[in-house]
Structures are given as structure tokens and as C-alpha cells.
């Protein structure tokens, strides 16, 4: 079976840095450099929102409206993984995080993925 797991989530103080991992297994990612992988965040009362992308040869793309910079997406196949580098986090960035997956080269910012991570918490204070 298919799985993704967030991890790194927690509460931070506005100014501060976190570092979300998400972590790939079953079958289907046996050839797991032939994925996108994504970022996608939803706060409360708010739809899901698109954070980052990153093809499996390393083409990334951004909210740049929301993310201002701030963020980096990385991936590490060999380990079968994709990473969100959060720094100058700031409260409007409190929202569960949701790592997913599609099969092909092209990012995406639409909702147009197969499978997706149960979600970590990310809570900013003031």
C-alpha cells in the first residue's frame, strides 16, 4: 500500500524557522524520482492552498504571493523524501501542512495529485 507521512510540524514563535519532511513508501514509489512532489497547506475555515512543487529532477515552484521567499522545497530520492524549509514564519502562516504526490515531470499548482499525506500541524504565535 501507499503512504506519505509529514513530520516536523509543531508551534514556533513568528521569526522562527521550522522544517517539515515527508517521507514516501509502498510499491508504487519503488521509482520514486518519477514523482512530483508538493506542499500544499489548509488553515482553518479556509480551503486547501498549493505552498510549493518540485519535479524529481529538482525544477521547483512557488506561491510567491504567500510564501515570499521564505520557503524552500527539497527532495532527496535516494531517501525517498521531500522536504519544506520554513524560515521567518510569520501567525498567517498556521495551517496543516499536506505533503502529496502525482506521477510525472511537470509541477503543478492545482490540486491534480494522486495520493496525500495525512497532514502536519504548523502553528505560528504572535
Known amino acids: 500500500q501507499v503512504q506519505l507521512v509529514e513530520s516536523g510540524g509543531g508551534l514556533v514563535q513568528a521569526g522562527g524557522s521550522l522544517k517539515l519532511s515527508c517521507a514516501a513508501s509502498?510499491?508504487?514509489?519503488?521509482?520514486?524520482?518519477?514523482?512530483?512532489m508538493a506542499w500544499f497547506r489548509q488553515a482553518p475555515g479556509k480551503e486547501r492552498e498549493f505552498v510549493a512543487a518540485?519535479?524529481?529532477?529538482?525544477?521547483?515552484?512557488y506561491d510567491v504571493d504567500s510564501v515570499k521567499g521564505r520557503f524552500t522545497i527539497s527532495r532527496d530520492n535516494a531517501k525517498k523524501t521531500v522536504s519544506l524549509q520554513m524560515n521567518s514564519l510569520i501567525p498567517e502562516d498556521t495551517a496543516v501542512y499536506y505533503c502529496?504526490?502525482?506521477?510525472?515531470?511537470?509541477?503543478?499548482?492545482?490540486?491534480?495529485?494522486?495520493?496525500w499525506g495525512q497532514g502536519t500541524q504548523v502553528t505560528v504565535s504572535s
Open positions: 518540485i519535479s524529481g529532477d529538482g525544477r521547483a515552484i
Open positions: 509502498g510499491r508504487t514509489f519503488s521509482l520514486y524520482f518519477l514523482y512530483t
Open positions: 502529496a504526490a502525482r506521477s510525472g515531470p511537470m509541477p503543478t499548482t492545482k490540486q491534480e495529485y494522486n495520493y
